[in-house]
């Protein structure tokens, strides 16, 4: 079976052009890992919920969801090397471990994207008209109009092109970052002026958990919250079509951009815990806005909101190159509508994918706005989003594992980069998806949100199966063909 870049750009579709290869770099690459990770605005979002759900122990649920996580980042990073498709595990596990797999964890892509623009155009609007009017930032109305607007100019950014995309993402995430790091160094700073509680190395351990409906099912929940944290990082590797050397720089820049928002949220974590009351984040809507006021006062309130609302319109545009890259993906494979697979002749983007899109997620955040709770609808989401997640990233970490088993043994670092931290990463995201079914910690509205729309699935792959879609009737090659045969030891490692 071909690389499914090779197959996806020239001709499948009938279009004699593919994406705009080449057209960014491996700054590019970690840019938009970090972007699509949007750390401000996970940190303003999901903080309340977080602390809710395990209390103290916030940092060891970011903790010991991020070392599994960085495991399914190097697994992308091996799954890179089998050749750069913008469907990423679409294309990846589908080609190791079966096309049915594959085709599953493209689709909990794709449902959990259309959930998240509901989940972050909400913020959007919030947290852009609490810069003007508190009381505006409160109406449904004014958020569904402002959230919208934000959703559609990233919209029209994505289908641009791929590097008007890249430079606006560089401009928001750099002033994010720096506003984030200025501030958790004063958080750091002003802990003894303002102090809440002091710091404990137990907070990295997991005592705090048993506080919370017994330890093992306040796990399990925290890790799916946190898995949320994470999520969007790999959308390097969904552009690794459109990334010059995306063999190497695609997963690198993934791998890098988890490392970066690791250490930014474990640092956040640690200085809300110290600086903000539990009951002030429990009832708070924007957890930095918060930290801002008390260690930087009305202006540090202000700056804060300024990294959020970056944050959050940077992640809807990650998102949405997500979405569109994998349906432009599917579609070239013959296992979803063919309109996916066509581009824009000059911008060289899946436009029409990229309106069919926009169009739906305004349409789902507008009925959303008429929720009796915003924060549940965000909750639901949140927690929905989570359990798809899992099901992708736990796949792409067995693929990985199975792929390069047999190169795993020729050194110490090919045993631990290609089959230990891929496997572990992908088993802990299995376990924290069955658990969190079977053990009592999602509402029925989460779990049917979650699987309701993974279930939907079963639809068009019934149907292209049918059709005969090559993909979907290839044979795996689970591990017996080597992806890296030929290619020189160093390569490898």
């Keep these: 079976m071909a690389a499914v870049s090779d197959a996806a750009s020239t001709g499948e579709t009938g279009h004699s052009h593919g994406l705009d290869k080449g057209a960014l770099g491996f700054l590019d690459a970690i840019v938009m890992a970090v972007a699509g990770v ?43 090397k089998m050749g750069a498709s913008a469907g990423a595990a679409y294309a990846w596990v589908g080609r190791v471990l079966h096309p049915y797999l594959g085709w599953l964890a493209g689709w909990c892509l794709i449902v ?38 934000w959703f559609l100019v990233m919209a029209y950014f994505v289908a641009r092109g791929v590097r008007i995309t890249a430079n606006a993402q560089w401009i928001m995430s750099s002033i994010e970052l720096v506003l984030l790091v200025a501030f958790a160094v004063l958080g750091f700073v002003n802990a003894p002026a303002h102090p809440h509680i002091s710091f404990s190395l137990s907070w990295l351990g997991f005592s705090h958990f048993s506080a919370f409906n017994g330890s093992g099912a306040s796990f399990v929940a925290g890790a799916l919250i946190a898995a949320f944290y994470y999520w969007g990082w790999d959308v390097s590797s969904n552009l690794g079509e459109e990334t010059d050397n995306s063999e190497k720089h695609s997963g690198l820049g993934g791998m890098i951009g988890v490392g970066i928002v690791f250490l930014l949220f474990e640092a956040f974590t640690i200085v809300v815990n110290m600086d903000v009351p539990t009951k002030t984040v429990g009832s708070s809507s924007n ?3 918060n930290l801002g006021h008390i260690v930087g006062g009305g202006v540090g309130g202000k700056l804060m909101i300024v990294a959020v609302a970056l944050s959050t319109i940077a992640t809807l545009e990650t998102t949405l190159i997500q979405v569109t890259r994998s ?117 029925g509205a989460e779990i049917g949100i979650g699987m309701g729309a993974v279930a939907i699935g079963i639809i068009p792959i019934v149907y292209y199966a049918a059709k005969g879609s090559a993909y979907l009737h290839a044979r795996p090659t689970l591990g017996r063909v080597l992806p890296t045969e030929g290619l020189g030891e160093e390569r490898i490692i």
Excluded at 47 to 52: I, Y
Excluded at 373 to 400: E, F, K
Aim: glycine letters at 8%; one cysteine or more; charged letters at 5%.
């Design 38 to 80: 949007a750390p401000a605005y996970s940190i303003a979002a999901t903080t309340a919920l977080l602390v809710g759900t395990v209390g103290f122990a916030g940092p060891a649920a970011l903790l010991w969801c991020g070392i599994p996580m960085f495991g399914i980042a190097i697994a992308y990073h091996q799954l890179n």
């Design 112 to 149: 959990s994207a259309l959930l998240f623009m509901v989940a972050g155009s909400f913020p959007a609007g919030q947290v852009t008209l609490s810069l003007f009017s508190a009381s505006a930032a409160g109406q449904a109305g004014w958020v569904a109009l402002v959230g919208s607007v």
């Design 287 to 289: 957890v930095l806005e």
């Design 327 to 443: 349906l432009w993906s599917m579609a070239s494979q013959h296992t979803l509508p063919a309109r996916f697979g066509q581009l824009h002749p000059q911008w060289r983007t899946p436009v029409f994918a990229t309106a069919v899109v926009a169009v739906i997620s305004v349409a789902l955040f507008v009925i959303s706005s008429f929720a009796n709770s915003v924060s549940t609808v965000l909750t639901d989401a949140i927690n929905a989003i989570g359990l798809q997640i899992a099901i992708y990233y736990s796949l792409a970490g067995i693929a990985a594992a199975v792929a390069f088993r047999k190169l795993a043994f020729r050194s110490v670092s090919n045993f631990l980069l290609m089959l230990v931290f891929p496997l572990l990463g992908g088993i802990f995201m299995l376990y924290i998806f069955v658990e969190s079914l079977i053990g009592g910690s999602l509402t």
